[in-house]
């Protein structure tokens, strides 16, 4: 099934962002590579707003996206796939910064990238986009109808948590196994997948940084590895288990870290 109107709109306004970014700063590392890939993506009706096609695959069943065989980009539809976009209120520019983001990191995918080296070429990326619009904050603000410095800079915030985020799952293979998401490293197999690191930053970011969430944080501890060793033996068990509780919590993590990173940038 094709795009519809608006999601045509939205991929072309990321397009367009992208442009933008050529113009101003044409000699960003594989800025050229990424406005070829989006064009031909475009072209060849590589882009797909659907979210049961992204949920059927089990590594992928919780991230924003996935890219079939290096070829299809599948999206959530949630991410930039059901409104338009007004890039003149804070909303429409987080739809645009969270649709662009999660393509390019798609596109290094279909670019011969594997994880974790996706993530460090999209962090990488990430933080030379996010210099060169500091560097140009007039020219970037004047593309934009309407654009004052409190939305340039929830633009900015939005790229730095992306880039953040893209980071950490970077540096996840470095880590120790044990990182005491364990339920859901069990349900993925590996710490390494999103879904994890995803519980891991708001457990960091969020949880941490408040008593109610500390108690939280100490009474899984202590429980989930009694739970651990029986539910990695049983495969229809994990598949309870992440449709149950791991995804729910991973829509409360989602939330839970938006609402932080507004509350970061002055936007409510």
Excluded: W
Aim: glycine fraction near 4%.
């Amino acid at each position: 099934m094709g795009l519809t109107q608006t999601q045509k709109d939205n991929v072309a306004k990321v397009k367009a962002f992208l442009d933008l970014i050529k113009k101003i700063c044409p000699d960003i590392s594989r800025l050229t590579d990424l406005v070829n890939r989006l064009t031909a993506n475009v072209e060849s009706d590589l882009i797909h707003f659907d979210t049961k096609a992204v949920e059927s695959q089990p590594e992928a069943a919780s991230a924003p996206a996935y890219t079939k065989n290096k070829k299809d980009i599948y999206i959530r539809e949630d991410v930039g796939g059901t409104s338009a976009m007004d890039l003149s209120t804070p909303g429409g520019i987080g739809d645009l910064i969270n649709l662009f983001a999660t393509l390019v990191h798609e596109m290094f995918h279909q670019l011969c990238s594997d994880h974790p080296k996706t993530y460090e070429e999209t962090s990488d990326f990430l933080k030379e986009v996010i210099k060169c619009l500091k560097d140009h904050k007039d020219e970037t603000k004047s593309a934009f109808t309407g654009m004052n410095d409190t939305l340039f800079n929830g633009l900015i915030d939005q790229l730095e948590t992306h880039k953040q985020s893209e980071a950490d799952f970077a540096k996840a293979k470095d880590k120790p196994k044990d990182s005491n998401c364990s339920i859901a490293t069990a349900v993925y197999g590996t710490e390494l997948e999103p879904e994890v690191q995803l519980l891991m930053r708001y457990r960091d970011q969020c949880l941490r940084q408040n008593r109610g969430g500390q108690v939280f944080i100490n009474v899984y501890e202590t429980l989930s590895p009694k739970f651990v060793t029986t539910l990695r033996r049983s495969h229809s068990l994990r598949s309870i288990v992440r449709f149950v509780f791991v995804r729910p919590a991973l829509a409360c993590a989602r939330r839970g870290l938006r609402l932080k990173s507004a509350q970061r940038s002055g936007i409510s």
